[in-house]
């Protein structure tokens, strides 16, 4: 059987590049993670068990009867009552009667990013210390697609070099680079840039083209002028990129829709109760799909914390956190309730966000999961989780849900081989010990984790790498201060 080389980005001339680089020992050394010593490196770069794998004894959601799942090179082959197992190294993993979804996708995450860490924020290093807590963390909680939402230049250089391997312990990337900012051509932050001009806007899409990025976050798209914006859509249709826009504002939304922007960002955060009659019409009338990532989870949250005045759940007890960090998290959260305008408008717009939601659903955007993790309060650790449990408490069904967080992002991200459970697909599978039918979403519960074959957690435990081996792996070690 063909070896799947499986590993889109990193093909040979990028592992040349990686060779050149004088990285050498790490392309030996990566991830020898106990009982880890089958590899085939031949054409990929990292190192870790690929072997064959059967899951037995597990079933599908709205489905009756057990099912067995195979997989063999990073791929579903075979989902049945019973399937072939005179294959080689076949490893045996029992479900334990457990439900088997597709690996989850998160279509708005930001990695660089520590809930609330204000204080540590911009005093730590951000792949030494940032990269291996919340991308670790997403990918145990099963989200094995993650859409990045605005990346520094050199760290979405980084994301893109990694991002295809299934051995690499964090979500599979689908990336965005630094946000353009509308109306602000003196911004030149790294998270946020501002235009100045056309051929400005042409090289700087092209410059976000180049290091991997397949789309282009855009932020107040109602304020360029429009040779700008239309030099910047035409320079990342050129180049391959989709747009996504900030769509907070009625402004911003109505001028993504008249516009080849594919997905809208945020819900409306204002008071206001309604969306605008001709705003829904827009989005009846538009031809193209309109995609939209409200972080429901994300108001909710903040919305409880300022009713209860706590986190529901100890920082104490998240996965590959520290201390120092979690009291920087604690104070921040308190400051910033004090403080922060944009908190105060997230709570004040969450009671009407059950009525927004319905009405874009209606009008026909297609509602899409992205937790906005990283962002003030919402971690890594759960956040997918939280962002279901928000679009129940606002009125979506666990099918619904479901959609959202697998087929209807597969179909925006344009690919056929995520978010399903059936021969060919890639083979991501998260086994959940709940009643997702019915709408149990607990973090707790998800069982086991697989992304592209390579097993990461497994009977409620992380087995992928430890922080040495992550920073090692991604040639961080010899920055690291300590
Ligand atoms: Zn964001």
């Known amino acids: 059987m063909a070896k799947h080389s499986g590993a889109g980005k990193l093909n040979t001339a990028s592992v040349i590049r990686i060779l050149s680089g004088s ?14 010593r089958e590899a085939d490196s031949r054409d990929q770069q990292w190192v870790c068990d690929r072997r064959p794998l059967l899951i037995e004894n597990t079933r599908l959601p709205w ?68 990269f291996p807590m919340t991308m670790r963390q997403t990918l145990a909680s099963g989200v094995t697609t993650a859409r990045t939402h605005l990346a520094r230049l050199d760290d979405l250089a980084v994301m893109a070099e990694v991002s295809e391997d299934s051995c690499f312990p964090a979500p599979r990337f689908v990336l965005s680079g630094p946000g353009f900012l509308g109306g602000a051509p003196g911004v030149n932050a790294p998270l946020m840039r501002g235009v100045g001009g056309v051929a400005d806007a ?6 976000v083209a180049g290091l991997g990025a397949e789309w282009l976050a855009i932020h107040g798209i109602a304020r360029f002028p429009d040779e700008e914006i239309q030099a910047i859509l035409e320079t990342a249709d050129a180049l391959g990129l989709r747009v996504m826009a900030d769509t907070g504002g009625f402004d911003d939304l109505e001028t993504s829709l008249s516009l080849p922007v594919s997905s809208g960002e945020y819900i409306n955060r204002t008071g206001a109760n309604t969306y605008p009659e001709r705003v829904l019409a827009a989005i009846a009338r538009r031809d193209e799909a309109f995609y939209f990532v409200p972080p ?4 909710r949250r903040t919305f409880l914390y300022e009713q209860e005045g706590r986190f529901a759940e100890s920082l104490e007890r998240l996965p590959f956190i520290w201390a120092g960090l979690v009291k920087d998290i604690e104070n921040s959260f308190e400051r910033a309730f004090d403080e922060d305008e944009y908190i105060a408008a997230v709570v004040a717009s969450y009671p009407t966000l059950e009525q ?16 906005d ?6 971690f890594h650790h759960d956040a997918v989780w939280q962002e279901m449990a928000a679009w129940l408490a606002l009125g979506a069904t666990p099918a619904d849900i479901l959609d ?54 497994e009977n409620r435990d992380w087995i992928g ?18």
Request: aromatic share 6%; hydrophobic share 45%; charged share 20%.
């Open 356 to 371: 927004k939601f319905a009405q874009l659903r209606v009008a026909g955007a297609i509602p899409v999961l992205g937790s």
């Open 296 to 299: 429901l989870g994300y108001y």
């Open 373 to 378: 993790s990283g962002s003030l309060g919402q």
């Open 202 to 207: 042409r090289s700087q899409v092209a410059e």
């Open 63 to 130: 489905q009756p009867g057990a099912r067995e799942i195979l997989i063999e090179d990073g791929r579903i082959m075979a989902i049945a009552a019973s399937v072939p197992r005179d294959i080689p190294k076949l490893r045996v993993l029992d479900g334990e009667g457990a439900l088997a979804l597709p690996g989850l996708i998160d279509s708005h995450t930001h990695f660089d990013s520590l809930p609330g860490a204000k204080h540590l924020q911009g005093r730590i290093n951000i792949k030494n210390e940032i």
């Open 404 to 457: 959202g967080a697998t087929t209807a992002p597969a179909r925006m991200l344009g690919r056929d081989d995520v978010g399903v459970l059936s021969p060919g697909a890639k083979a991501d599978v998260v086994l959940y010990d709940g009643d997702f039918e019915s709408g149990q979403f607990d973090r707790n519960r998800v069982l086991v984790v697989i992304k592209g074959g390579v097993v990461f957690v």
């Open 465 to 482: 790498p430890d922080l040495e081996q992550f920073r090692t792996a991604l040639g961080f070690a010899a920055q690291s201060s300590d």
């Open 23 to 36: 990285l050498v020992v790490l392309v030996v050394l990566v991830f020898f993670w106990p009982g880890i």
